[in-house]
């Protein structure tokens, strides 16, 4: 059973950064992608990045291009989600999410991690 847990939340001020961490267990994760998404109070889920985890190769969303990195460590099982200069209104709860390939949807996802973005 696929396993995603997210940690690395917390409160920032505007300008400041964070890492993300989303610890995988459960299976081989070699030929997934995995994903990171946010939801803001009152809005919904919207896709922030995204990394294939066997060539590496990252997807941003343009809201975050050139702000946010997307990477993993095959050894630890994890993918990051680094966050630099942050905006108020990147506050949101961000979800680690896993699908199997880019032809299915995102099936496993964690419980999700607050960040709070303060101006």
């Known amino acids: 059973q696929v396993r995603l847990v997210e940690s690395g939340g917390g409160l920032v001020q505007a300008g400041g950064s964070l890492r993300l961490s989303c610890a995988a267990s459960g299976r081989s994760f070699s030929n997934y992608f995995m994903g990171w998404f946010r939801q803001a109070p009152g809005k919904e889920r919207e896709f922030v990045a995204a990394?294939?985890?066997?060539?590496?190769?990252?997807y941003c969303a343009d809201s975050v291009k050139g702000r946010f990195t997307i990477s993993r460590d095959n050894a630890k099982n994890t993918v990051y989600l680094q966050k630099n200069s942050l905006k108020p209104e990147d506050t949101a709860v961000y979800y680690c999410?896993?699908?199997?390939?880019?032809?299915?949807?995102?099936?496993?996802w964690g419980q999700g991690t607050q960040v709070t973005v303060s101006s």
């Open positions: 999410a896993a699908r199997e390939s880019y032809k299915r949807p995102y099936g496993d």
């Open positions: 990394i294939n985890w066997s060539s590496g190769t990252t």
